[in-house]
């Protein structure tokens, strides 16, 4: 599958190369290349996860996260190159080249032999999920243009409305058509096209949240960042990635040396800092966005961008496909890609639809507080509005001034009102990414959290489960014993026991209880005692009526003896063949666990 889309690619590519008119470029680029990508991403994901293990596999999975990222960044560059200077036709030469290499390079890829009867291809599932997706993108990209209530220039409305919101509905009932063909294909027993029940555990849907809100975030943000530089500073293609390539730096080297971040702080807490991190690159970015650049201020707001999308490249690829079976290495390699063309496509639609927005928006404003313009130059901005705004330069906008016949004056403070405006909207589609970021921490308490050990003691099983032979991340669920063991221990909770601190405490007290243990199981072993002579009667201490006890009492004048006032334990029991009310014989000690004997003194007679 991955030669095959690899194929069907590189014919897309040199489609495009060649192509004589638009539709040709539109044929070869959008359509072949589309679907040789949508071939080659899920199988990229599961060679991956076949091909290494344990840390190993962690470390993959960043570099391939570092890469994708860092080539957004540095296709700009290159690709900005080779259009100034040279042709664009030469960048899908490029692909082609790089396409022939791999595969020429195919007998390094694992083959794997297939485990099961070959799956039949769901076609309805797959028109009803890639139609709904396509109407929901397609409604929140054309809303700039449309409006999302309020007619701007639709080609068509609906009972008086904009069809923005409609069209966006017909894709969620359109993906709910889909949940539920779905369902019902699982119940007769035959393939879907996505077992909807994996979505259902906690890790992957998490992890797949995450990465749809990094590439809506890093779309958002290089759809926004070329307008600025190539549009407000007036840079080409060339210096614009130039201005970009801290960002690729960044990225690649955060995303190599943060995959192991994972298995000390845990995959939440690494991702939760990466967001962190991004929206404070985007509050440094705001302040950077002005008439004149700082090349300084923007390069360390592009750098620390790097930094946080490299430290959830180097977690999210290892969480999503660990938390599945070997079985569905594929399937959640479909699921990730999907996530990730999911947010590029609404990172480009909604922060292009809130900048057109905010624009048109910040524009109106300024003309219509600006003094120095005349009711006429108002009505001429506001037929422009009306027909539909697009993020162009001041040039043209002054140009088109000039043609509706404004006089200099009202030339120039249309002009300078449109520069604030664009400031303004950029800033807005900034803020709203920064946005995207803090909102997506809602997503991540369901990502793996760091295991729980003590210093000094074993870790727990369930701790220990999740990890590979090498103490890698792996978050694959156990099976078997293993599975079942991990299990109860994660119900159970961490282990219980002494403290490494109070442990000599203890072995110190066991030593010093030793000796009267001893005592003790001696005097159990000589017990009952030799049998002495026959017990006489006891004689009643107390006293006939009319009769006074005397014994025992002193003397007058004579000195009383000290009073004892201690207590001898009590002790519980009888000795073993004494019957109620018969003296103790005067052969042994008295039996362990009788109260009574301390209490008062029992002799024989005779």
Known sequence: MFLLGLAVYGAGSALTAAAPTLWVLVLGWSVIEGLGAALVLPAMAALVAESYRGRDRAVA????????????????????????????????????????????????IPASAPTGPRPRLDRVGAVLSATGLGLGVLGVLQSGTWGWVEPRNPPFTVLGFAPTLFVVGAGVALLSLFRAWERRREDRGADPLVHLALLGRPVLRSGLLTLLSQN???????????????????????????????????????????????????????????????????VWLLATIEPAIDDAQFAGAMALLGVGVGLLASQLGNVVQSGVGEEERSEAGGLQFTAQNLGSALGTALIGSILVGALAQAFTTQVADDPRLSAQAREEVGISLEAGVSFVSTDQVRTAAERAGLPPDEVAAVTESYAAAQLEGLKAAILATGGVALASFLVTPGLPAAPRSRPGSPSPAGAQAGRGADGAADLTPPRGREGARAARAARAGPETGPRPASRGRAVLRNRLRAPLRARLRARRRTWPPTPGPAPGPTPDPTPARGEHRTEGRAEPGARRAPRRTGRAPRRTGRAPGRAPGTALSAGGPPPYGCRRAGRRRLTSAG
Do not use: H, K, N
């Not at 080297?253 to 943060?258: F, G």
């Open 61 to 108: 999975y960043a570099v391939v996260g570092g890469l994708a990222g860092a080539g957004i960044a540095v296709g700009p560059l290159l690709g900005g190159w080779v259009t100034t200077y040279l042709t664009w036709r030469l960048v899908f030469v490029g692909e082609v080249v790089v396409v022939a290499a791999v595969l020429l390079a195919r007998r390094a």
């Open 216 to 282: 809506l975030i890093l779309l958002g943000l290089f759809f926004t960042i070329p307008l600025y530089l190539q549009v407000v500073q007036g840079f080409d293609a060339f210096e614009t990635g130039l201005r970009l390539l801290p960002v690729s730096a960044t990225m690649l080297v955060t995303s190599l040396s943060a995959s192991s971040l994972g298995r000390v702080m845990g995959p939440r807490r690494v991702v939760r800092l990466a967001l962190l991190v991004l929206a404070a690159s985007v």
